[in-house]
């Protein structure tokens, strides 16, 4: 009942749900249905959705207010709760007063249980492949950075300039890490520093980058992030 259009607008014009956004039309449709767009990737996007447990009083809200799967689904869903509530009150009501008491048998719940299980087990699975996924592409990035620098070592015509290419390879990654995560708990300047190796004052081929070189890569130009920039 909460998805019939008519309730939804109700709500809309209490003030208690907020306007739809508005919809793409799909041809072959008279209807227009909602279209996922390419994801713009910002941070603060990823930190609100990844924030636990508010997301998913966000995503219930969306489910209930906006969701076009509830609209579709929402004849089938009432013809199910008016069998639960039918059952419900006959058991409470109509048996103790001598009707005959329906059982249901356990098997159809039994099988329905393995298809649960089966959908639970893939959601797990899911999940550990997004985070080895992620772990290997993160040491592949790593083990680039080593053949780089190597080849650079090999086939640079002067070893000052594979020094110099050398000394930015470390700043690649410690940029590029600290563009995927929260910018609230990484100082890019501080990992970048970590990653320049031993202190500015050490000479030869232990020097890493300078406060300069460091602070070039924090005053980028508006509108490009480190790992480009770097």
């Not at 594979?162 to 100082?187: G, I, K, Q, Y």
């Not at 050490?202 to 980028?220: F, P, T």
């Amino acid at each position: 009942i909460l998805v019939l259009p008519q309730v939804q607008e109700y709500l809309t014009e209490q003030g208690i749900r907020n306007p739809t956004e508005p919809r793409d039309y799909v041809a072959g449709s008279d209807q227009s249905i909602k279209v996922q767009h390419a994801f713009d990737f910002q941070i603060t996007a990823w930190d609100t959705q990844r924030k636990n447990p508010d997301r998913y009083w966000s995503i219930l809200g969306a489910t209930l207010g906006n969701s076009t799967m509830l609209t579709r689904l929402q004849g089938p869903l009432f013809f199910l709760n008016l069998v639960a509530a039918g059952s419900l009150f006959y058991s409470k009501y109509l048996v103790p007063e001598g009707y005959p008491a329906f059982t249901l048998p356990v098997l159809p719940f039994t099988v329905s249980s393995f298809a649960l299980g089966l959908l639970v087990t893939f959601r797990v699975n899911t999940s550990n492949n997004r985070f080895v996924t992620a772990r290997t592409k993160w040491g592949s990035i790593l083990n680039i950075c080593r053949d780089l620098s190597q080849q650079a070592n090999l086939w640079a015509a002067r070893k000052e300039d594979a020094r110099d290419f050398t000394r930015w390879v470390p700043a690649f990654a410690s940029s590029l890490m600290c563009h995927l995560r929260d910018p609230r708990s990484h100082d890019l300047e501080a990992e970048l520093r970590a990653a320049a190796g031993p202190p500015e004052g050490a000479e030869g081929n232990a020097r890493g980058l300078s406060h300069a070189e460091i602070r070039e890569i924090v005053d980028r130009p508006p509108g490009m992030n480190a790992p480009h920039f770097v």
